[in-house]
């Protein structure tokens, strides 16, 4: 995901009357995202966000009723856009992609949001459910359409457990990008998904 503002947001409909102001809804996201990246969620204000985006509070209040409310609009606009599945003819080539494309998102602005409220997440029931909604299952999607094309392929036995996959390969991807330190050679996520993706082809029993 590289693009410099959110698509939209999925904050509650506007009253009627004055419509939306669709520039102050962009720069209260990208003002959001800096202040989680700066601060963290336990450190983010609303009045911080409002300030940065050059907006009053009450602004901001007619928008997102709450600090929480504001940072899963966050979440929602910076929705993992993995992009489109691609059908490459093998499923190295499939697999290969999905993993440079998660390497992608990580890097940007979705890897940011992630990175700072992953732990508030871990006790927050509204902030996990729309983590999994914008971060998994996108993800999960993409695994069981590639998987599915390279057993029709017969490249690979069925997949008993697919769902299994996906979370082979969000887990190393996140840790390596988040936990560990950039040596400062080749990209850091592209690095990980060209190493990952031999030991996940031999995991599924790929038959070339």
């Known amino acids: 995901?590289?693009?410099?503002?959110?698509?939209?947001?999925?904050?509650?409909?506007?009253?009627?009357?004055?419509?939306?102001?669709?520039?102050?809804?962009?720069?209260l996201?990208?003002?959001t995202l800096t202040e989680l990246r700066l601060n963290g969620y336990s450190g983010l204000?609303?009045?911080?966000?409002?300030?940065?985006?050059?907006?009053?509070?009450?602004?901001?209040y007619r928008r997102w009723s709450s600090k929480q409310d504001l940072v899963v609009g966050?979440?929602?606009?910076?929705?993992?856009?993995?992009?489109?599945?691609?059908?490459?003819?093998?499923?190295?080539?499939?697999?290969?992609?999905?993993?440079?494309?998660?390497?992608?998102?990580?890097q940007g602005p979705s890897g940011l949001?992630?990175?700072?409220?992953?732990?508030e997440a871990a006790h927050n029931r509204a902030l996990a459910d729309v983590l999994f909604d914008a971060f998994v299952l996108p993800l999960q999607?993409?695994?069981?359409?590639?998987?599915?094309?390279?057993?029709l392929r017969e490249e690979i036995p069925p997949v008993e457990d697919p769902l299994?996959?996906?979370?082979?390969?969000?887990?190393?991807?996140?840790?390596h990008t988040f936990l560990l330190p950039d040596d400062g050679g080749?990209?850091?996520?592209?690095?990980?998904?060209?190493?990952?993706?031999p030991y996940l082809l031999r995991a599924l029993g790929h038959r070339p």
Not at 113 to 119: E, S, V
Not at 141 to 151: I, K, T
């Open 1 to 27: 995901m590289t693009t410099d503002h959110p698509p939209g947001t999925t904050a509650p409909a506007a009253p009627r009357g004055r419509p939306r102001d669709a520039g102050r809804d962009r720069a």
């Open 29 to 31: 996201m990208d003002a």
């Open 45 to 60: 204000t609303t009045a911080a966000v409002a300030r940065r985006a050059g907006v009053s509070t009450a602004t901001l």
């Open 74 to 106: 966050a979440a929602q606009a910076w929705a993992e856009n993995l992009g489109p599945d691609h059908d490459t003819g093998t499923l190295p080539g499939d697999l290969g992609a999905l993993l440079h494309d998660k390497a992608a998102a990580l």
């Open 113 to 119: 949001l992630l990175r700072a409220i992953l732990g």
């Open 141 to 151: 999607g993409r695994v069981l359409s590639l998987l599915e094309r390279g057993v």
């Open 164 to 175: 299994v996959v996906a979370e082979m390969v969000i887990g190393p991807m996140v840790s």
């Open 186 to 197: 080749r990209d850091h996520g592209d690095d990980i998904a060209d190493r990952l993706l």
